[in-house]
């Protein structure tokens, strides 16, 4: 069966506190989600500049880190359906990563990308493929899949044929190496995520879901408005064909991902309006 989730990452500013938290989780169960996806920087407790960092890039974690979130789960009746982690980290420590997974009952580690990273350069993308395939085959030996989550840096150009996502996908071993494709970010730049599905085929093994469109009401200042996330079914985004392509590969969960723009302006609001199209698609 295929799980439906929220990204934590959504969660920062409703995770203050326990009692907070807690009614946060009741309200994404009771909205017919199966689990949510974990972060490693908000499970634990983080330094005071990772949160700025993260509350300057629009995706404040607040200090959700010192909370119970394997009892909260638990009691709740969400499964953690993966961990979001970086590669340094699992380069450095491979064994306290996947002691976390294994903590929260999940045998999925997903890496989001890397910062201050030039995905231009065919050298480094071929470094990062080759890290990649060696994390992979240590977390594999411990029963963990590790999949590689993109963003829109991946979709600049290695050379004239191929963009750093091509390359990553071709350039790893299937055995090490999975993805969970973030359809929101090839749309934005310009890449069909349909297409990239078809090319992953089995190997996406979770699928990151958004919308894409404006809340602009009425006559528009100018010609041209921005995008930007919106709930399900809300956008433009044809996402009854990418979820039919993500269930035919028996993708392992379907993971609601949003940053701002959320109706009223409120998380738990948005991934309840999209709970209606998430419930519709995905059977149980």
Not at 73 to 92: C, P, Q
Not at 191 to 196: F, G, M
Request: a positive charge.
């Amino acid at each position: 069966m295929t799980k439906k989730a929220v990204q934590q990452i959504m969660l920062g500013t409703v995770t203050k506190n326990e009692t907070q938290a807690r009614e946060t989780l009741k309200a994404i169960k009771a909205a017919g989600y199966d689990g949510i996806e974990l972060n490693g920087f908000m499970i634990k407790p983080t330094s005071f500049l990772v949160r700025t960092m993260t509350k300057a890039a629009g995706m404040p974690v607040g200090k959700g880190g010192n909370l119970d979130w394997s009892g909260m789960l638990r009691d709740t009746g969400l499964a953690a359906v993966s961990v979001h982690e970086d590669l340094g980290s699992i380069k450095r420590d491979p064994d306290a990563v996947i002691a976390e997974a294994k903590k929260f009952g999940t045998d999925k580690v997903v890496i989001t990308g890397m910062y201050r990273f030039d995905y231009s350069d065919i050298n480094a993308v071929k470094g990062l493929a080759k890290d990649l395939d060696t994390s992979g085959k240590i977390l594999k030996k411990s029963g963990i899949q590790l999949l590689y989550h993109n963003h829109n840096c991946e979709f600049r150009k290695v050379d004239q044929r191929r963009t750093a996502y091509d390359f990553i996908i071709e350039n790893t071993d299937d055995t090490y190496v999975s993805f969970e494709l973030d359809s929101y970010w090839p749309a934005e730049a310009g890449v069909s995520a349909l297409e990239l599905m078809k090319k992953l085929d089995r190997r996406m093994k979770l699928y990151h879901i958004n919308d894409r469109g404006t809340r602009v009401q009425g006559p528009s200042m100018t010609p041209i408005l921005k995008s930007d996330s919106m709930e399900l079914g809300y956008g433009n985004m044809d996402l009854e064909g990418l979820v039919k392509q993500a269930l035919s590969v028996d993708v392992d969960a379907v993971i609601l991902e949003t940053h701002r723009n959320w109706v009223d302006r409120s998380p738990i609001k948005s991934l309840q309006v999209s709970a209606a199209f998430m419930n519709k698609h995905i059977p149980r």
